[in-house]
Structures are given as C-alpha cells and as structure tokens.
C-alpha cells in the first residue's frame, strides 16, 4: 500500500523560507497527482497546492507568489518551496497523492508540524 512520508517543517520567523519534501513508497500502480494540504488549530483541513503527474500546478489564493509546489526527479516524490512565510501559515501540513495503489483514491502522510513565529 502508498504510504507517504513528509518532512521539513520547522520553526520560521516571519518572512523567513521552509522547504517541505514528501516522499511515496509502496505498489503504485498509477500516481495521478501530488498535493499539500494544511489544517491550523480549531480550523478545517485546506488545500495549499497540487501538481498533476502531468505537471500542472494549482495554489490556494492565500499562498499565490509565495509557495511553490514541484516534483522530484524520483517520480514520487514532491516538494513545497515557502517562501516569505506568514504568521497566519502555521499549521500541520499534510502530504497527499491521488493514486491507484492497494484502492483507487486519497492518500495520506502523518503531517508535519509548520510554525512561525517571532
């Protein structure tokens, strides 16, 4: 079965960079698209950006400019590039895949813990 596995977060200071890095392993059979999604404290999980396998790309309005989501040369793997971080980006940050793997669906990382602060 996938399972992906994320890492980078970190503390930030405002303004400051984070690079997030996700990697899938397991049986893929097909791996439609990579994404990184983000849940803070008392609000819903939301989409931060995705990449397509065949490389098109698709950002939340509130992280345009700032964050760039690309693919590793390993086929499977993705990254999160942010870039003039805000306050207001801390969160968890979750790794998905939309893949045909033991099911055809949604895959999850653990998370990965996003602050900054001053």
């Known amino acids: 079965q996938l399972q992906l596995v994320e890492s980078g977060g970190g503390l930030a200071q405002p303004g400051g960079s984070l690079r997030l890095s996700c990697a899938a392993s397991g049986t893929i059979f097909t791996m439609h698209s990579m994404g990184w999604y983000r849940q803070a404290p008392g609000k819903q999980r939301e989409l931060v950006a995705t990449?397509?396998?065949?490389?098109?790309?698709n950002y939340a309005d509130s992280v345009k400019g700032r964050f760039t989501i690309s693919r590793g040369n390993a086929k499977n793997t993705v990254y999160l590039q942010m870039n003039s971080l805000k306050p207001e980006d801390t969160a968890v940050y979750y790794c998905?895949?939309?893949?045909?793997?033991?099911?055809?669906?949604?895959?999850w990382g653990q998370g990965t813990q996003v602050t900054v602060s001053s």
């Open positions: 998905s895949a939309d893949a045909f793997s033991s099911y055809r669906g949604d895959y």
């Open positions: 990449v397509t396998s065949g490389g098109s790309t």
